[in-house]
């Protein structure tokens, strides 16, 4: 069941989003450091593809790994709800799976798109699966994709996959 908030005479679902970052090429090429590998044409794409997805959301942050890639898949969905991104090491390649559970939990209620990668975002999903959370339809974790997260009470319940 998703967390609802009432707003005058509407209901409003809200969801967390875990993105995990679009394409950004190559890892090593070009002897660019891996934080600082920007989006490709493609992984703009997916950028724009993901905001347009999460346009009609009401989004009220937008928290992303530091690494440049995970800054520019959210900084679109950011812009056009007015708002900044915020980088955090939480959500860095070679986070806690444990401690971004936390932060997930920490978020329930609030509409929060948050964006990591491939090394931190599957662990995460298997962890809420084991503390009872239900992933409805495809499961996966392509680059340029998102889990949106929906709570009953504390805990997330249940989770959709789409990818871009």
Known sequence: MRQC??????????????????????????????????????????????????????????????????VETVAPTASQHGLDVESTQLLAEGASPVAVVELVESLVGQEIALCSHGDVIPEVIRRLTRRGMVATGEVGYAKGSLWTLDANGPRIARASYHSF
């Not at 908030?5 to 409003?12: Q, Y």
């Not at 450091?33 to 493609?42: E, M, T």
């Open 5 to 70: 908030v009432t707003t005058g005479d509407s209901v409003t679902a809200v969801s967390l989003h875990l993105i995990r970052h679009a394409l950004a090429g190559m890892r090593g090429a070009g002897g660019v450091d891996d934080d600082l590998r920007p989006l490709d044409a493609v992984g703009r794409a997916q950028a724009d593809r993901l905001a347009t997805h999460l346009a009609d959301r009401a989004i009220t942050r937008v928290l992303s790994s530091p690494a440049v890639r995970c």
